[in-house]
């Protein structure tokens, strides 16, 4: 079993600095002024279970590759996304080279794919790069259309 790592991460109402675990129940929040967290980290085929399936928030799922220009384009827009909805969603980041059971398992066929997982099942997903405010668009409906 692979080590979860977990990231630091400032905390953009108060900036002072927090560890984020890959994987834990509930939501990350601020040590000093206990606002949500964005919550952002990578998984393979060892630790997708732990970090994305068993999540207790929604989980948007990257599914990219390192030599893939549209996926280093869309990587920063995640990101903004993930900072936006903090404490409603969990951003998890998948290189489909070093996952390749979990490319197989989602049928990747392009790069970069978005998959939007709650309780640990695909509820949406979407290929090709887009905007940070599409993609927030795109997530925000596709939770308000299952809950």
């Known amino acids: 079993m692979k080590t979860m790592t977990s990231t630091v991460v400032a905390c953009e109402h108060c900036g002072a600095k927090n560890r984020v675990p890959a994987a834990a129940s509930g939501v ?13 980290t990578d998984a393979d085929d ?6 994305a399936e068993q999540a207790t928030i929604p989980v948007v799922v990257d599914m990219w590759a390192v030599w893939c220009g549209p996926c ?9 996304v993930a900072r936006e909805l ?13 996952a390749p ?5 989602f049928t990747i066929q392009a790069v970069p794919t978005l998959i939007l997982m709650r309780n640990g099942q695909v509820i949406a997903r979407q290929a090709g790069a887009a905007p940070a405010a599409a993609l927030r668009k795109w997530v925000e409906e596709s939770l308000a259309g299952t809950s």
């Open 28 to 40: 990350p929040r601020c040590g000093k002024c206990h606002n949500p967290l964005p919550w952002v």
């Open 46 to 51: 060892d630790t997708f279970a732990e970090i």
């Open 72 to 80: 280093r384009m869309v990587s920063p827009a995640l990101e903004t």
């Open 86 to 98: 903090a404490g409603r969603v969990k951003l998890v980041k998948v290189d489909v080279d070093k």
């Open 101 to 105: 059971k979990l490319a197989q398992r």
